[in-house]
């Protein structure tokens, strides 16, 4: 060895010296450290720090949140995996693993004690002013496009409090909706995705070819939140609906779950009519309401059911008889067989439900609102 160091003496110094500056970049890189702001003769991090203590904690909030969006840059750092070396591991490891596993005991408990210091990061920001969102929701993007797993979950968390800011940021939610799963943290990073669009609505409905997927995912978790968000994001029925089949017939929650978006965007197709009608019979009453929910917003394509919506205008749930009084009205003028139903129920039922069935009239026979007093 030390013959061939004296043969080749630069190059392989330099070899050497190459390694070394990359491991020590690799492996020592140390978290982000926020700028010195200070306050009361305390930087930032330690009055993040002082979010710990029950004592501290309100005094700790109003000092961060007066510093103003000058603390955000910093506090967005504190989400990130302290060393970059980190990230890379797990990229390379195989399903169900983490890198803390691969640590030795030392670095392991500077990693949790970051993880602990970005637990309070997202309470603080997620509480944050609302005069900072903005600056929030641009500084915490690339995290969604380019982050650990970790990283991105962090910033998903912050996201969900304030969706409507995600508009002209589809892209980056739909990086973390492709994200392979693999083990556990991705698995509650998709939730959390989902969370989001859901969160967002129609605004998030570019998102549709990156939900579909998922809506019969084998794990509970994701395959529920992927149907709840392709409800909420209108998607198109025609689309969802082979994959909602196995849910619709899946345990009483997956039904539940399931019935609650088919009620949203069914298509006016006889099987998934066959689906809300057979709802309207369940002993729970959520999907009875949903049931006749789905029917009305199918409106005179479920016309051929409407005798099915009858009995729920005298359903033991209030709910479930102003949805079904709702539904038939949706139904208009060719529902005339519901019109003495619905006298009968708007005179009979003190509950509240007269109004709606006056409304349901009104669709129905415009001609017979004049007619009508509500008690």
Same mark, same amino acid.
């Given at each position: ?21 990359? @491991? ?14 200070? /306050? ?7 009055? /993040? ?61 500077? /990693? ?9 990061? /997202? ?6 002013? !609302? ?5 929030? *929701?641009?500084?915490?993007?690339? +995290? ?73 995912? &084998? ?8 149907? #709840? ?18 849910? #619709? ?21 006889? &099987? ?27 409106? &005179? ?6 005798? !099915? ?13 102003? !949805? @079904? !009084?709702?539904? #038939? ?34 669709? +129905? ?7 009508? +007093? *509500?008690?």
């Amino acid at each position: 060895m030390f013959k061939f160091l004296r043969r080749f003496p630069s190059k392989v110094w330099l070899f050497l010296g190459g390694i070394f500056v990359c @491991a020590g970049w690799f492996f020592l890189s140390e978290p982000s450290k926020a700028p010195e702001l200070t /306050v009361q003769g305390k930087t930032l991090l330690s009055w /993040v720090d002082s979010l710990i203590l029950q004592e501290k904690r309100a005094e700790a909030t109003q000092v961060i949140h007066n510093m103003g969006v000058g603390a955000i840059r910093p506090l967005v750092g504190e989400l990130r995996s302290p060393y970059p070396w980190l990230t890379v591991l797990n990229r390379w490891l195989p399903p169900h693993r983490d890198g803390l596993d691969y640590l030795p005991a030392s670095f392991q408990d500077i /990693v949790e004690r970051h993880s602990r210091r970005a637990e309070q990061v /997202v309470v603080l920001m997620t509480h944050a002013p !609302a005069h900072w969102r903005d600056a929030m *929701v641009e500084a915490l993007i690339p +995290i969604l496009s380019h982050g650990h797993v970790a990283e991105r979950n962090w910033a998903l968390r912050i996201l969900i409090t304030f969706p409507t800011q995600m508009a002209d940021h589809v892209a980056a939610l739909r990086a973390c909706l492709r994200q392979p799963v693999r083990r556990e943290g991705d698995i509650i990073m998709l939730v959390n995705a989902l969370t989001l669009a859901r969160s967002m609505g129609e605004l998030a409905k570019a998102l549709e070819p990156d939900v579909l997927p998922w809506l019969g995912h &084998e794990d509970r978790r994701i395959r529920h939140r992927a149907i #709840l968000a392709a409800g909420w994001l209108g998607l198109n029925g025609e689309s969802c609906f082979p994959k909602l089949k196995p849910s #619709l017939e899946g345990s009483p929650h997956d039904r539940r779950i399931a019935l609650q978006t088919l009620s949203k965007i069914a298509p006016p197709k006889e &099987e998934c009519m066959i689906y809300l009608t057979e709802a309207l019979k369940d002993p729970d009453e959520d999907i009875r309401r949903y049931g006749a929910e789905g029917l009305g917003n199918l409106r &005179e394509s479920a016309i051929s059911h409407l005798e !099915a919506l009858l009995p729920l205008l005298r359903d033991p749930s209030m709910g479930v008889r102003v !949805a @079904a !009084a709702t539904a #038939l009205g949706d139904m208009g003028p060719k529902a005339k067989e519901a019109l003495p139903f619905l006298h009968d129920a708007m005179n009979n039922d003190f509950s509240g439900v007269g109004q709606e069935c006056r409304m349901a009239i009104e669709k +129905i026979d415009p001609t017979q609102i004049g007619q009508i +007093i *509500v008690r």
